[in-house]
Nanobody, 124 residues
Framework: QVQLVESGGGLVQAGGSLRLSCAAS????????MGWFRQAPGKEREFVAA????????YYADSVKGRFTISRDNAKNTVYLQMNSLKPEDTAVYYC?????????????????WGQGTQVTVSS
């Protein structure tokens, strides 16, 4: 069992930055591929970024590539999402999630555990 708690969301102006954190409980954090997803009102949850167990591989949605960076610190059981050059269309609830493998990391189905989410609002 893994519990995930996101933090770092908030209100920021367009062009600004935020850093999201996701703290995981348990000793098995390093055995999970970690992902970030987001969900805007009235829209489906969508993939944002994912990172492999050691951090050697990262994956990004085209919409955030070059602006967002995912990273992890296995010693701290934490995954991060650095978000730069934020746009109003980045406004959403952001969720972190844990996946057992690299297969299908860009879809929600394979993720076993989810956090409660943190709100990110980007004003124009």
């Amino acid at each position: 069992q893994v519990q995930l708690v996101e933090s770092g969301g908030g209100l920021v102006q367009a062009g600004g930055s935020l850093r999201l954190s996701c703290a995981a409980s348990g000793r098995t954090f390093s055995t999970y591929v970690m992902g970030w997803f987001r969900q805007a009102p009235g829209k489906e949850r969508e993939f944002v970024a994912a990172i492999s167990w050691s951090g050697g591989r990262t994956y990004y949605a085209d919409s955030v590539k070059g602006r967002f960076t995912i990273s992890r610190d296995n010693a701290k059981n934490t995954v991060y999402l650095q978000m730069n050059s934020l746009k109003p269309e980045d406004t959403a609830v952001y969720y972190c999630a844990a996946h057992g493998s690299l297969l299908g990391v860009t879809t929600t189905q394979g993720y076993r555990y989810w956090g409660q989410g943190t709100q990110v609002t980007v004003s124009s």
